[in-house]
């Protein structure tokens, strides 16, 4: 059983940054089965960024150099650095563990034209 909350969210002119977190309970396999991903109103949901087992990162091509995806692990928290914002970006954001086993409520960001 695991449990994921995501925050951070807010409004942000666009250019900005933001740094989004998902505290981790339970007990997940290795937060390396973690990503992010993210929803806009009528669009699909996408995977903006996850790890691999080993450990590398991939991005979507959309967030390629301006997001980051990182861990604490002392604090069992992922964490979606988000620079150089678009309203593109504009979405609610999720975290996911697990390969997709487990999902968070979102967070919203907005990125203001």
């Known amino acids: 059983q695991v449990r994921l909350v995501e925050s951070g969210g807010g409004l942000v002119q666009h250019g900005g940054s933001l740094r989004l977190s998902c505290t981790i309970s339970?007990?997940?396999?290795?937060?390396?089965?973690m990503g992010w991903s993210r929803q806009a109103p009528g669009k699909q949901r996408e995977l903006v960024a996850r790890f691999t087992i080993g450990g590398s990162t991939i991005y979507a091509d959309s967030v390629k150099g301006r997001f980051t995806i990182s861990t604490d692990n002392a604090k069992n928290t992922v964490y979606l650095q988000m620079t150089s914002l678009k309203p593109e970006d504009t979405a609610v954001y999720y975290c996911s563990a697990d390969r997709g086993t487990w999902w968070g409520q979102g967070t919203q960001v907005t990125v203001s034209s």
């Open positions: 339970g007990s997940t396999s290795s937060f390396y089965t």
